[in-house]
């Protein structure tokens, strides 16, 4: 029998997933899902046990077998509940399998219609309530979500876009469904160089972001006229874009920053140096982001793409925010530098309301958008929600 009290002199237990600090990332996003169903811890671990940091091919091998492995358990399975939770697995699963592919790559287009089909399915097996809208923009159109809870229509509604890399159905397991089971309803919608639009139009990141987000709270609002309060959520980049749409369009009453994105030009701007170094180039964070970027600005070369991020600063922009304002941030996040929480603050200067929050190493918290800690800032977010909003 085992003594659990002997104490042990070995070897500590590890902290990173992977030695690379993007493939470590990306792996603890996935396992970020868990807590709302859209991950099982030991299924993620035994699939980047095979995974070499790096190799692309590998990494989508190996999340979309086991996207297909949950398709077949999905199919298989009798009890509707169990039979939702797999198709949620698969739906991550397959968004994770394409992360880091080429743009160009056939297998992302797969991929990505794959996690849309298991999504759906899921929600249809639990019995959950949606609604899918297309809002007319330019020469296009922006796809949105809409998840009603009963009574919700007397409280905020909580309305979620991400950023530089992410997929519309990915907000739910973020955010969305942790604000159902409070009462709030909730809208997830996407942008020009997010993953519709640039999937399926080559609509490409623009920095006025204040104009997609006008249109789809017109069109959204229009539908649903029993909703008289907005609280805007921005994922990562939508760190930027959130606050830069509430600074142009005064029906979003609160704005929440998670993370802290004040100036992506200047996050960015780091990276040139590397782009044609012998060594840093090749390391697989600067290349991805430097081939993602490329793609999702619709630009041919590093240099352009690097260019074009540096009118998304709130620099001048910040002081036309009137509501309130949330802004989270991480105390060692790898992308983003905590000296721009200060740099937001500052200019924030007709707010209704400021507060900020800045998890610690120590708290499980203080990466980039508190990855792996989904219960920790939710529970910042929605008691400023309910402090400030009821």
């Keep these: 029998m085992s003594d659990f009290n002997k104490t042990s002199s ?16 990306q792996a603890l996003r996935v396992l970020s899902d868990a807590g709302a169903g859209g991950a099982d811890i030991a299924e993620v671990l035994q699939a980047i046990s095979t995974v070499p940091a790096g190799d692309a091919d590998a990494w989508y091998d190996a999340f979309s077998r086991i996207a297909r492995v949950n398709e077949t358990l999905a199919n ?18 397959w968004r994770t399998s394409e992360f880091f592919l080429p743009g160009d790559d056939p297998r992302r287009a797969i991929a ?28 296009g159109a922006l796809k949105s979500i809409f998840f009603p809870v009963e009574g919700g229509e007397k409280r905020p509604l ?11 159905e990915e907000l739910y ?37 204040e104009k997609p987000t006008s249109a789809i709270l017109h069109d959204i609002l229009a539908k649903h006229p029993e909703f008289d309060r907005v609280i805007l959520t921005g994922i990562s980049l939508g760190g930027y874009l959130a606050p830069r749409a ?17 100036d992506f030009g200047a996050v960015v701007e780091k990276f040139r140096p590397m782009i044609h170094h012998p060594v840093y180039s090749k390391l697989p964070g600067v290349a991805w982001a430097l081939e993602n970027g490329q793609w999702v600005f619709g630009k041919e070369s590093p240099e352009a793409f690097i260019d074009a991020t540096h009118p998304f600063t ?14 989270l941030a991480g105390a060692i996040d790898h992308f983003v530098p905590v000296s ?15 507060e900020s929050v800045v998890f610690s190493e120590e708290s499980g918290g203080g990466e980039h958008c508190q990855v792996g800690a989904a219960a920790l800032w939710q529970a910042a977010a929605f008691d400023w929600i309910s402090r400030r909003f009821g």
């Design 10 to 25: 070995g070897p500590v237990g590890i902290r990173h997933l992977f030695e690379d600090q993007t493939y470590h990332f």
């Design 76 to 93: 298989d399975c009798s009890d509707r509940m169990s039979r939702g939770l797999a198709r949620f697995r698969a739906h991550t699963y």
């Design 112 to 139: 990505w219609k794959a996690q849309i089909e298991s999504f759906d399915h899921g929600l249809a097996d639990h019995s959950i309530a949606y609604q899918r809208y297309e809002t007319p923009y330019e020469n």
């Design 158 to 168: 909580i309305v979620i876009v991400g950023g530089f890399d992410g997929t519309l």
């Design 173 to 209: 397991f973020m955010m969305g469904k942790a604000a159902n089971e409070r009462g709030y309803s909730t809208l997830l919608y996407e942008g020009p160089g997010q993953a519709g639009p640039v999937r399926e139009q080559q609509m490409y990141f623009t920095h006025e972001w």
């Design 246 to 262: 509430a600074a142009f369009d005064d029906r979003i009453d609160g704005v929440i920053a998670f993370d802290v994105m004040y």
């Design 314 to 327: 709130l620099e001048g922009v910040a002081q036309q925010i009137k509501g309130d304002v949330l802004i």
């Design 340 to 354: 721009q929480v200060d740099d937001f603050e500052k200019s924030l200067v007709n707010a209704r309301s400021v």
